[in-house]
Protein backbone atom coordinates (compact mmCIF):
# COMPACT_ATOMS: atom_id res chain seq x y z
CA UNK A 1 0.00 0.00 0.00
CA UNK A 2 1.00 3.12 -0.75
CA UNK A 3 1.75 6.42 1.26
CA UNK A 4 1.79 9.96 0.72
CA UNK A 5 5.57 11.01 1.34
CA UNK A 6 6.54 14.73 1.27
CA UNK A 7 10.18 16.19 1.87
CA UNK A 8 12.42 19.21 0.46
CA UNK A 9 14.85 17.92 -2.35
CA UNK A 10 17.91 20.61 -3.16
CA UNK A 11 15.83 22.87 -1.89
CA UNK A 12 12.40 21.85 -3.95
CA UNK A 13 8.94 20.81 -1.91
CA UNK A 14 8.23 17.31 -3.52
CA UNK A 15 6.11 15.20 -2.94
CA UNK A 16 5.47 10.91 -3.93
CA UNK A 17 3.15 8.59 -3.41
CA UNK A 18 5.12 5.30 -2.83
CA UNK A 19 5.07 2.31 -0.78
CA UNK A 20 6.56 2.89 2.98
CA UNK A 21 9.06 1.18 2.77
CA UNK A 22 10.45 1.71 -0.44
CA UNK A 23 14.14 2.43 -0.57
CA UNK A 24 15.03 6.56 -0.56
CA UNK A 25 17.53 5.43 -3.05
CA UNK A 26 15.01 3.76 -5.48
CA UNK A 27 12.47 7.11 -4.84
CA UNK A 28 14.93 9.91 -5.88
CA UNK A 29 15.90 7.74 -8.97
CA UNK A 30 13.29 6.43 -9.92
CA UNK A 31 10.03 8.90 -9.05
CA UNK A 32 12.32 11.90 -8.99
CA UNK A 33 14.50 11.25 -11.59
CA UNK A 34 17.12 12.22 -9.76
CA UNK A 35 19.38 9.22 -11.32
CA UNK A 36 23.08 11.22 -10.08
CA UNK A 37 22.83 8.76 -7.08
CA UNK A 38 24.06 5.92 -7.48
CA UNK A 39 23.38 2.31 -6.24
CA UNK A 40 26.83 0.36 -5.82
CA UNK A 41 26.33 -2.51 -2.78
CA UNK A 42 23.06 -1.65 -2.20
CA UNK A 43 23.77 -2.83 1.72
CA UNK A 44 25.21 0.45 3.12
CA UNK A 45 29.24 -0.67 2.90
CA UNK A 46 30.19 1.37 -0.74
CA UNK A 47 28.38 4.97 -0.17
CA UNK A 48 27.59 5.20 -3.91
CA UNK A 49 24.09 6.39 -2.67
CA UNK A 50 25.20 8.72 0.10
CA UNK A 51 22.97 11.78 0.21
CA UNK A 52 22.43 14.30 3.12
CA UNK A 53 19.26 13.83 5.14
CA UNK A 54 18.86 17.10 7.13
CA UNK A 55 22.47 17.74 6.77
CA UNK A 56 23.89 14.58 8.00
CA UNK A 57 25.51 11.49 5.58
CA UNK A 58 23.27 8.93 5.16
CA UNK A 59 23.75 5.87 2.63
CA UNK A 60 19.99 6.16 1.27
CA UNK A 61 20.07 2.37 -0.01
CA UNK A 62 19.61 1.94 3.62
CA UNK A 63 16.91 4.61 4.52
CA UNK A 64 13.16 3.55 4.54
CA UNK A 65 10.82 6.53 2.44
CA UNK A 66 8.87 6.83 5.29
CA UNK A 67 11.72 7.99 7.81
CA UNK A 68 12.33 10.88 5.24
CA UNK A 69 9.17 12.06 5.09
CA UNK A 70 9.35 15.82 6.53
CA UNK A 71 12.90 16.20 5.51
CA UNK A 72 15.47 18.18 4.05
CA UNK A 73 17.45 15.94 1.56
CA UNK A 74 20.58 17.27 -0.53
CA UNK A 75 21.83 15.42 -3.53
CA UNK A 76 24.66 15.81 -5.73
CA UNK A 77 22.17 17.43 -8.06
CA UNK A 78 21.89 20.12 -5.46
CA UNK A 79 25.55 20.52 -4.93
CA UNK A 80 26.27 22.97 -7.35
CA UNK A 81 24.63 26.14 -7.78
CA UNK A 82 23.11 28.02 -10.82
CA UNK A 83 26.01 25.74 -13.58
CA UNK A 84 28.15 26.72 -11.39
CA UNK A 85 30.04 23.42 -10.19
CA UNK A 86 30.53 23.04 -6.53
CA UNK A 87 34.56 24.46 -4.96
CA UNK A 88 34.12 20.41 -4.04
CA UNK A 89 33.74 19.58 -7.56
CA UNK A 90 35.91 21.60 -8.90
CA UNK A 91 38.66 20.17 -7.20
CA UNK A 92 37.70 16.65 -7.68
CA UNK A 93 37.96 17.31 -11.73
CA UNK A 94 41.25 19.09 -10.82
CA UNK A 95 42.77 16.33 -9.22
CA UNK A 96 41.68 13.56 -11.04
CA UNK A 97 39.55 12.16 -8.25
CA UNK A 98 36.97 11.43 -10.22
CA UNK A 99 37.42 8.31 -13.05
CA UNK A 100 34.64 6.30 -13.89
CA UNK A 101 32.31 8.56 -12.05
CA UNK A 102 29.84 5.78 -9.95
CA UNK A 103 31.56 6.61 -6.64
CA UNK A 104 32.14 10.47 -7.16
CA UNK A 105 28.33 11.73 -6.35
CA UNK A 106 28.76 9.60 -2.91
CA UNK A 107 32.16 10.97 -2.31
CA UNK A 108 31.42 14.46 -2.92
CA UNK A 109 28.85 14.36 -0.40
CA UNK A 110 31.36 12.61 2.25
CA UNK A 111 33.44 15.09 1.42
CA UNK A 112 30.65 17.73 2.19
CA UNK A 113 29.79 16.50 5.95
CA UNK A 114 33.21 16.01 6.62
CA UNK A 115 34.40 19.89 5.35
CA UNK A 116 31.04 21.00 7.63
CA UNK A 117 32.41 19.02 10.70
CA UNK A 118 36.17 19.50 9.79
CA UNK A 119 36.63 22.95 7.34
CA UNK A 120 40.53 22.47 7.24
CA UNK A 121 40.36 18.10 7.95
CA UNK A 122 43.91 16.49 8.44
CA UNK A 123 44.54 13.59 6.50
CA UNK A 124 43.45 11.10 9.55
CA UNK A 125 39.83 12.69 9.25
CA UNK A 126 39.96 12.45 5.26
CA UNK A 127 40.26 9.09 5.38
CA UNK A 128 38.06 8.30 8.24
CA UNK A 129 35.60 10.32 6.43
CA UNK A 130 35.71 8.96 3.33
CA UNK A 131 36.01 5.15 4.80
CA UNK A 132 32.34 4.03 3.67
CA UNK A 133 32.85 4.88 0.41
CA UNK A 134 34.62 2.47 -2.08
CA UNK A 135 36.20 3.45 -5.51
CA UNK A 136 37.55 1.52 -7.31
CA UNK A 137 39.45 2.61 -10.28
CA UNK A 138 41.80 5.72 -8.83
CA UNK A 139 43.14 4.09 -5.52
CA UNK A 140 41.77 6.68 -2.93
CA UNK A 141 45.31 9.14 -3.27
CA UNK A 142 43.66 11.52 -6.17
CA UNK A 143 40.65 11.56 -4.16
CA UNK A 144 42.51 12.44 -1.07
CA UNK A 145 44.41 14.99 -2.56
CA UNK A 146 40.70 16.56 -4.48
CA UNK A 147 39.64 16.63 -0.48
CA UNK A 148 42.67 18.36 0.65
CA UNK A 149 42.37 21.32 -2.51
CA UNK A 150 38.84 21.54 -1.64
CA UNK A 151 39.69 22.31 1.53
CA UNK A 152 42.31 24.71 1.32
CA UNK A 153 40.23 26.36 -1.60
CA UNK A 154 36.47 27.21 0.48
CA UNK A 155 38.66 27.49 4.32
CA UNK A 156 42.06 28.84 3.24
CA UNK B 1 16.55 -11.22 -5.31
CA UNK B 2 15.48 -7.53 -4.74
CA UNK B 3 12.27 -7.83 -2.27
CA UNK B 4 9.13 -6.15 -3.64
CA UNK B 5 8.55 -3.52 -1.29
CA UNK B 6 4.86 -3.01 -1.89
CA UNK B 7 4.49 -6.17 0.22
CA UNK B 8 6.02 -4.64 3.40
CA UNK B 9 4.34 -2.76 5.56
CA UNK B 10 5.65 0.40 7.90
CA UNK B 11 4.36 2.90 9.55
CA UNK B 12 5.41 5.71 12.30
CA UNK B 13 3.48 5.56 15.55
CA UNK B 14 3.35 9.25 16.91
CA UNK B 15 4.56 8.49 20.57
CA UNK B 16 6.70 5.59 22.12
CA UNK B 17 3.37 4.61 23.78
CA UNK B 18 1.49 4.92 20.81
CA UNK B 19 4.37 2.05 19.03
CA UNK B 20 4.25 0.35 22.65
CA UNK B 21 0.17 0.29 22.38
CA UNK B 22 0.53 -1.04 19.04
CA UNK B 23 3.37 -3.87 20.03
CA UNK B 24 0.96 -5.12 22.90
CA UNK B 25 -1.92 -5.55 20.84
CA UNK B 26 -0.66 -7.89 18.62
CA UNK B 27 2.76 -9.07 19.99
CA UNK B 28 5.04 -10.34 17.42
CA UNK B 29 3.51 -8.98 14.56
CA UNK B 30 5.34 -5.83 14.16
CA UNK B 31 9.03 -5.42 13.82
CA UNK B 32 10.50 -2.35 15.15
CA UNK B 33 13.02 -0.82 12.99
CA UNK B 34 15.44 2.31 13.96
CA UNK B 35 18.48 3.17 12.00
CA UNK B 36 17.60 0.73 8.85
CA UNK B 37 21.11 -0.38 9.24
CA UNK B 38 20.65 -4.14 9.21
CA UNK B 39 16.57 -4.64 8.65
CA UNK B 40 17.28 -2.39 5.22
CA UNK B 41 19.98 -4.78 4.38
CA UNK B 42 18.07 -7.70 4.89
CA UNK B 43 15.54 -5.98 2.30
CA UNK B 44 17.91 -5.19 0.08
CA UNK B 45 18.69 -8.68 -0.90
CA UNK B 46 15.39 -9.99 -0.54
CA UNK B 47 15.57 -11.55 2.89
CA UNK B 48 13.56 -9.74 5.35
CA UNK B 49 11.25 -12.54 6.27
CA UNK B 50 9.34 -9.67 8.93
CA UNK B 51 6.54 -8.07 6.66
CA UNK B 52 4.81 -5.58 9.22
CA UNK B 53 7.10 -3.04 10.55
CA UNK B 54 6.77 0.33 12.87
CA UNK B 55 9.71 2.82 12.86
CA UNK B 56 10.57 3.79 16.25
CA UNK B 57 13.62 5.99 14.18
CA UNK B 58 12.32 9.26 15.04
CA UNK B 59 11.03 8.87 18.68
CA UNK B 60 12.53 11.34 21.00
CA UNK B 61 12.22 9.59 23.73
CA UNK B 62 14.27 6.84 23.44
CA UNK B 63 17.00 9.69 22.05
CA UNK B 64 18.71 10.87 24.93
CA UNK B 65 22.21 10.97 26.80
CA UNK B 66 21.56 11.52 30.50
CA UNK B 67 24.24 11.80 33.14
CA UNK B 68 23.82 11.63 36.95
CA UNK B 69 26.65 10.85 39.64
CA UNK B 70 26.51 7.40 39.58
CA UNK B 71 25.84 6.64 35.78
CA UNK B 72 25.73 7.62 32.66
CA UNK B 73 22.04 6.60 30.83
CA UNK B 74 21.32 6.35 27.20
CA UNK B 75 18.62 6.06 25.07
CA UNK B 76 18.27 2.81 22.67
CA UNK B 77 17.39 5.29 19.85
CA UNK B 78 20.40 7.27 20.25
CA UNK B 79 22.86 7.16 17.02
CA UNK B 80 26.84 6.06 17.46
CA UNK B 81 27.27 9.54 16.15
CA UNK B 82 25.34 10.96 19.05
CA UNK B 83 27.92 8.87 21.27
CA UNK B 84 31.09 9.98 19.27
CA UNK B 85 29.93 13.72 20.03
CA UNK B 86 28.90 13.32 23.97
CA UNK B 87 31.67 14.79 26.09
CA UNK B 88 30.25 12.81 28.87
CA UNK B 89 31.10 9.26 27.42
CA UNK B 90 34.44 10.77 25.96
CA UNK B 91 35.60 11.08 29.34
CA UNK B 92 34.25 8.63 31.78
CA UNK B 93 33.72 6.01 29.20
CA UNK B 94 36.45 5.93 26.21
CA UNK B 95 35.81 1.87 25.68
CA UNK B 96 32.36 2.89 24.46
CA UNK B 97 33.66 5.94 22.11
CA UNK B 98 36.13 3.62 20.77
CA UNK B 99 33.49 0.73 19.85
CA UNK B 100 31.02 3.57 18.18
CA UNK B 101 33.79 4.65 16.21
CA UNK B 102 34.52 1.61 14.31
CA UNK B 103 31.04 0.48 13.92
CA UNK B 104 30.79 0.90 9.98
CA UNK B 105 31.12 4.37 8.59
CA UNK B 106 30.12 7.83 9.41
CA UNK B 107 27.09 7.23 6.91
CA UNK B 108 25.81 4.16 9.54
CA UNK B 109 26.79 5.47 12.37
CA UNK B 110 24.65 8.66 11.30
CA UNK B 111 21.65 6.31 11.19
CA UNK B 112 22.74 2.89 13.43
CA UNK B 113 20.95 3.24 16.92
CA UNK B 114 22.91 1.48 19.88
CA UNK B 115 19.75 -0.06 20.89
CA UNK B 116 19.58 -1.58 17.07
CA UNK B 117 23.43 -2.79 18.14
CA UNK B 118 21.93 -4.38 21.15
CA UNK B 119 19.11 -6.26 19.59
CA UNK B 120 20.52 -7.29 16.43
CA UNK B 121 21.89 -9.49 18.77
CA UNK B 122 25.17 -10.52 16.30
CA UNK B 123 27.90 -12.59 18.51
CA UNK B 124 29.98 -9.98 16.73
CA UNK B 125 28.60 -6.31 17.17
CA UNK B 126 30.85 -3.78 18.28
CA UNK B 127 29.76 -1.98 21.22
CA UNK B 128 28.80 -5.05 23.70
CA UNK B 129 31.99 -5.62 24.61
CA UNK B 130 32.63 -2.30 26.19
CA UNK B 131 29.10 -2.02 27.52
CA UNK B 132 29.68 -5.47 28.90
CA UNK B 133 32.88 -5.00 30.52
CA UNK B 134 31.23 -1.87 32.39
CA UNK B 135 28.89 -3.94 34.00
CA UNK B 136 25.81 -1.65 31.93
CA UNK B 137 22.27 -2.76 32.99
CA UNK B 138 19.54 -2.73 30.52
CA UNK B 139 16.10 -1.05 31.19
CA UNK B 140 13.17 -2.87 28.97
CA UNK B 141 9.84 -1.07 28.16
CA UNK B 142 6.54 -2.19 27.07
CA UNK B 143 2.86 -1.10 27.92
CA UNK B 144 2.67 -3.07 31.30
CA UNK B 145 5.62 -1.75 32.42
CA UNK B 146 9.77 -1.46 32.68
CA UNK B 147 11.95 -3.95 34.05
CA UNK B 148 15.67 -3.62 34.49
CA UNK B 149 18.53 -6.37 34.32
CA UNK B 150 22.11 -6.50 33.64
CA UNK B 151 23.02 -6.00 30.26
CA UNK B 152 25.06 -9.22 31.09
CA UNK B 153 21.82 -11.49 31.27
CA UNK B 154 20.28 -10.20 28.24
CA UNK B 155 21.72 -12.47 25.32
CA UNK B 156 20.33 -16.18 25.45
CA UNK B 157 22.18 -17.43 22.43
CA UNK B 158 22.61 -16.59 18.74
CA UNK B 159 20.35 -13.80 18.07
CA UNK B 160 18.59 -14.80 21.04
CA UNK B 161 17.23 -11.87 23.55
CA UNK B 162 15.40 -11.68 26.84
CA UNK B 163 12.87 -9.24 24.89
CA UNK B 164 9.29 -10.31 24.88
CA UNK B 165 7.35 -9.37 21.42
CA UNK B 166 5.89 -6.56 23.38
CA UNK B 167 8.68 -5.39 24.65
CA UNK B 168 11.18 -2.33 23.46
CA UNK B 169 14.92 -2.17 24.57
CA UNK B 170 14.29 1.43 26.13
CA UNK B 171 17.80 2.36 27.75
CA UNK B 172 21.03 1.31 28.36
CA UNK B 173 22.84 2.54 31.92
CA UNK B 174 26.36 2.55 32.53
CA UNK B 175 28.58 3.10 35.80
CA UNK B 176 30.65 5.88 35.41
CA UNK B 177 33.65 5.40 38.16
CA UNK B 178 35.95 3.77 36.35
CA UNK B 179 38.84 6.91 36.72
CA UNK B 180 41.11 4.03 38.62
CA UNK B 181 40.57 1.04 36.01
CA UNK B 182 43.05 0.58 33.32
CA UNK B 183 40.95 0.25 30.11
CA UNK B 184 41.73 -1.94 27.26
CA UNK B 185 39.59 -2.41 23.58
CA UNK B 186 41.08 -3.86 20.49
CA UNK B 187 38.99 -5.37 17.81
CA UNK B 188 40.87 -7.27 14.89
CA UNK B 189 38.65 -7.60 11.66
CA UNK B 190 39.85 -8.01 7.68
CA UNK B 191 40.30 -4.27 7.80
CA UNK B 192 40.67 -1.01 9.47
CA UNK B 193 37.25 0.27 8.54
CA UNK B 194 33.81 -1.08 9.04
CA UNK B 195 34.80 -4.38 9.19
CA UNK B 196 33.23 -7.13 11.38
CA UNK B 197 34.93 -8.35 14.28
CA UNK B 198 36.95 -11.60 13.97
CA UNK B 199 37.45 -11.30 17.74
CA UNK B 200 37.28 -8.21 19.92
CA UNK B 201 37.69 -7.92 23.63
CA UNK B 202 37.15 -5.13 26.07
CA UNK B 203 39.24 -5.28 29.57
CA UNK B 204 38.77 -2.70 32.53
CA UNK B 205 40.83 -3.97 35.88
CA UNK B 206 41.65 -2.01 38.95
CA UNK B 207 44.98 -2.72 40.26
CA UNK B 208 46.18 -3.00 44.38
CA UNK B 209 50.24 -2.61 43.94
CA UNK B 210 50.61 -5.50 41.89
CA UNK B 211 47.67 -7.68 42.42
CA UNK B 212 44.04 -7.60 40.57
CA UNK B 213 41.44 -6.11 42.64
CA UNK B 214 39.00 -6.04 40.13
CA UNK B 215 39.17 -7.30 36.51
CA UNK B 216 36.14 -7.41 33.97
CA UNK B 217 36.16 -9.09 30.21
CA UNK B 218 33.96 -8.51 26.97
CA UNK B 219 34.59 -10.48 24.45
CA UNK B 220 32.51 -10.56 20.63
CA UNK B 221 32.70 -13.65 18.56
CA UNK B 222 33.96 -15.59 21.46
CA UNK B 223 30.77 -17.53 21.53
CA UNK B 224 27.25 -17.72 20.09
CA UNK B 225 26.55 -14.31 21.84
CA UNK B 226 27.98 -11.22 23.32
CA UNK B 227 29.67 -12.36 26.31
CA UNK B 228 31.61 -11.57 29.72
CA UNK B 229 34.07 -13.79 30.17
CA UNK B 230 33.11 -14.88 33.56
CA UNK B 231 35.28 -17.76 34.62
CA UNK B 232 38.46 -15.81 33.25
CA UNK B 233 37.62 -12.68 35.76
CA UNK B 234 36.99 -15.49 38.56
CA UNK B 235 40.84 -17.02 37.68
CA UNK B 236 41.96 -13.55 37.56
CA UNK B 237 40.74 -11.92 41.02
CA UNK B 238 43.79 -11.41 43.56
CA UNK B 239 46.34 -12.57 41.15
CA UNK B 240 49.48 -10.80 40.71
CA UNK B 241 50.84 -9.17 37.47
CA UNK B 242 54.60 -8.56 39.37
CA UNK B 243 57.93 -9.48 37.18
CA UNK B 244 58.45 -12.61 39.59
CA UNK B 245 54.82 -13.56 38.78
CA UNK B 246 53.47 -11.84 35.55
CA UNK B 247 54.03 -15.20 33.42
CA UNK B 248 51.98 -17.75 35.94
CA UNK B 249 48.85 -15.03 35.67
CA UNK B 250 48.95 -14.94 31.82
CA UNK B 251 49.24 -18.76 31.17
CA UNK B 252 46.42 -18.98 34.24
CA UNK B 253 43.94 -16.60 32.33
CA UNK B 254 45.40 -17.70 28.96
CA UNK B 255 44.08 -21.79 30.18
CA UNK B 256 40.69 -20.25 31.97
CA UNK B 257 40.00 -18.59 28.67
CA UNK B 258 39.92 -21.70 26.94
CA UNK B 259 37.59 -23.04 29.09
CA UNK B 260 34.66 -20.50 28.08
CA UNK B 261 35.88 -19.70 24.67
CA UNK B 262 33.33 -21.56 22.30
CA UNK B 263 34.15 -19.54 18.93
CA UNK B 264 32.89 -20.97 15.17
CA UNK B 265 34.31 -21.30 11.83
CA UNK B 266 32.57 -19.10 9.59
CA UNK B 267 33.46 -17.10 6.46
CA UNK B 268 35.58 -14.24 8.39
CA UNK B 269 37.32 -16.64 10.73
CA UNK B 270 37.94 -20.12 12.00
CA UNK B 271 37.77 -21.31 15.83
CA UNK B 272 40.64 -22.14 16.16
CA UNK B 273 42.02 -18.82 14.95
CA UNK B 274 39.71 -16.63 17.22
CA UNK B 275 40.33 -18.79 20.12
CA UNK B 276 43.93 -18.11 19.57
CA UNK B 277 43.37 -14.38 18.83
CA UNK B 278 41.52 -13.77 22.20
CA UNK B 279 43.87 -15.27 24.19
CA UNK B 280 46.81 -13.07 23.03
CA UNK B 281 44.36 -10.13 23.44
CA UNK B 282 44.28 -11.15 27.04
CA UNK B 283 47.82 -11.51 27.32
CA UNK B 284 48.81 -8.39 25.84
CA UNK B 285 46.15 -6.01 28.67
CA UNK B 286 47.93 -8.03 31.33
CA UNK B 287 51.23 -7.60 29.90
CA UNK B 288 50.08 -4.13 29.21
CA UNK B 289 49.22 -2.85 33.13
Same mark, same amino acid.
Not at chain 1, 37 to 46: L, N
Not at chain 2, 38 to 57: D, P
Not at chain 2, 99 to 126: E, F, H, K, V, Y
Given at each position: ?????????????????????????????????????????? $????????????? $???? @???????????????????????????? %???????????????????????????????????????????????????? /?????????????? %??? | ????????????????????????????? /??????????????????????????????? $??????????????????????????????????????????????????????????????????????????????????????????????? *?? /?? #????????? *???????????? /?????? #??????????????????? #??????????????? @????????????????????????????????????????? #????????????????????????????
Amino acid at each position: MNTPIQFTVNGNRQSVDVPPMKRLLDVLREDLHLTGTKEGCG $EGECGACAVLLNG $ELVN @SCLVPALQAHGSRLCTIEGVSTEGQLHP %IQQCFLERGGAQCGICTPGMILATHHLLDKYPNPTLEQIQEGLAGNLCRCTG /YMRIFESVQQAANT %ISP | MRSDVSLYDLSAPPSLDAALAILAKEPGK /YTPIAGGTELMVALGVGRLVQHSLISIQHLR $ELRFIRVDDKAIHIGAGTTFTDIRRSQAIAEDLPLLIQSASWTGSIANQNRGTLGGNICNASPAADTPPALLAYGATVRLISASGTRTMPYSDFH *LG /YK #KTVLRPDEL *LHSISVPRDFSD /YRQYIR #KVGTRNAQSISKIALAAIA #KLEGDTIADIRLGAA @SLTDRPVRCSATEAALQRQRIDGANLDATVRAARAALATEA #KPIDDIRSTAKYRAAVAANLLEEFLRSL
